[in-house]
């Protein structure tokens, strides 16, 4: 299965954004997915994951701020950002992890003070 996120882009702090994350193949059997972040200089890091179906799970930097979803009709995820801050500033990554390893390509946000 191949993934191809989408919606990044520049947003000044305080805005939102939503990234979408379309699949080739289904994905309503996966197990694990979530969306992962890498700013200049960092590690990749986990923003959000879905276990299971319905177990979601936030970074600690992100919570109140960022939902994740999945419509398994479209076989899409979502990440919706709101409240933006300038360190959120990263290319975002959206990937399947279990039962298979699948990543996209990123997408670029950029936050503006």
């Known amino acids: 299965v191949q993934l191809q996120a989408s919606g990044g882009g520049l947003v000044q702090a305080g805005g939102s954004l939503r990234l979408s994350c379309a699949a080739s193949?289904?994905?309503?059997?996966?197990?694990?997915l979530g969306w992962y972040r890498q700013a200049p200089g960092k590690q990749r890091e986990p923003v959000a994951n879905?276990?299971?179906?319905?177990?979601?799970y936030y970074a600690d930097s992100v919570k109140g701020r960022f939902t994740m979803s999945t419509d398994n009709a479209k076989d899409t995820m979502y990440l919706q950002m709101n409240s933006l801050k300038p360190e959120d500033t990263a290319v975002y990554y959206c990937?399947?992890?279990?039962?298979?390893?699948?990543w996209g390509q990123g997408t670029l946000v950029t936050v503006s003070s």
């Open positions: 990937a399947i992890i279990s039962p298979f390893v699948s």
């Open positions: 193949g289904s994905i309503r059997s996966v197990e694990a």
């Open positions: 879905i276990i299971d179906g319905d177990s979601t």
